[in-house]
């Protein structure tokens, strides 16, 4: 593998462009599923801010930081795209997709850096919706934002050794791992607190928000891992599925982390609302 080292800290997506090159298949999944991620951010935008109103004033913020990651997901993640199809030249001899000699190289940073925007704003989000009983607002953001910050900055230094320094991309991403599993922990304190004196339909729904969010987030450290998943060894897996395999996970991940989660935390807030004596559904329309 000597003369791939003139890539530098590539990540596999690049060494499988230099190598094999991708299929027209692979290519072409590859920049459709990176598309239609940042198209359902664009669509789900239209959402939050149609649905502002179907909850009380006081729960408002919620939607307002659902609004802002959808806007910063839908620029970074077509940003993404372009990098993809800017990466890779079409080669008619062989009928694949090969790595540019005078283009931009393909990385994920893009992600990592819309993740600083959003992580912390989709932690914040669901301290406007549910009520702590013993925690204090403040400490649970501060300890959100130290350890949200933290788990992508170094996961972010670690995917560029995926090829090339295995050891240093292990030992990056064990360390954002530490700060992964504080997250969880506080987070689950905040669920348990949530469900706390609320009607039993929010209750419901905060339960399902616990699901979707553990679920969504262990996706990003899986796909961190992909080369080594599909190599099951401690050299990277040079295959196009890999590649293929990552961008599906990170878009399903992304859909469900800020979507499906923005869209249960207007669910939850619509029936607090309701508790409240704030019913959208007898509301007038000019109100
Ligand atoms: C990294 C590095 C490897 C170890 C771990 C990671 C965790 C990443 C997570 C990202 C979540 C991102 C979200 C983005 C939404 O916009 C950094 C991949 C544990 C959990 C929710």
Do not use: C
Request: zero cysteines.
């Amino acid at each position: 593998m000597d003369n791939l080292f003139s890539l530098g800290n590539a990540t596999f997506e690049n060494y499988v462009g230099i190598t094999s090159g991708y299929t027209e298949m692979a290519y072409q999944m590859s920049a459709h599923v990176l598309t239609v991620g940042f198209a359902i951010m664009l669509a789900a935008l239209l959402y939050f801010v149609l649905t502002m109103k179907t909850v009380a004033p006081k729960y408002r913020i919620s939607s307002v930081l659902s609004v802002v990651v959808m806007v910063s997901a839908f620029l970074l993640l077509m940003i993404q795209q372009q990098n993809w199809t800017n990466a890779f030249v079409f080669d008619a001899e062989s009928g694949r997709y090969f790595l540019g000699s005078e283009t931009d190289q393909f990385n994920n940073g893009y992600r990592y850096l819309n993740w600083l925007i959003d992580v912390p704003m989709l932690l914040f989000q669901i301290l406007f919706v549910v009520s702590l009983t013993k925690s204090t607002f403040s400490s649970v953001r501060n300890q959100f934002w130290f350890s949200g910050t933290l788990m992508i900055l170094t996961g972010y230094v670690g995917q560029f050794y995926e090829v090339t320094n295995p050891t240093l991309f292990f030992i990056w991403g064990a360390i954002s791992t530490v700060f992964f599993i504080h997250i969880l922990i506080v987070m689950k304190k905040v669920i348990t607190e949530g469900q706390q004196g609320v009607p039993e339909k929010a209750k419901r729904y905060i339960g399902m928000i616990w699901t979707i969010f553990l679920f969504s987030w262990m996706l990003y450290p899986g796909a961190y891992l992909m080369p080594y998943l599909f190599s099951l060894g401690l050299e990277p897996a040079l295959s196009e599925a890999a590649v293929v395999g990552r961008h599906i996970t990170y878009t399903v991940a992304d859909v469900t982390s800020k979507v499906i989660y923005g869209i249960l935390l207007t669910l939850t807030a619509q029936e607090m609302s309701k508790a409240d004596g704030y019913d959208y559904e007898s509301l007038s329309t000019t109100s």
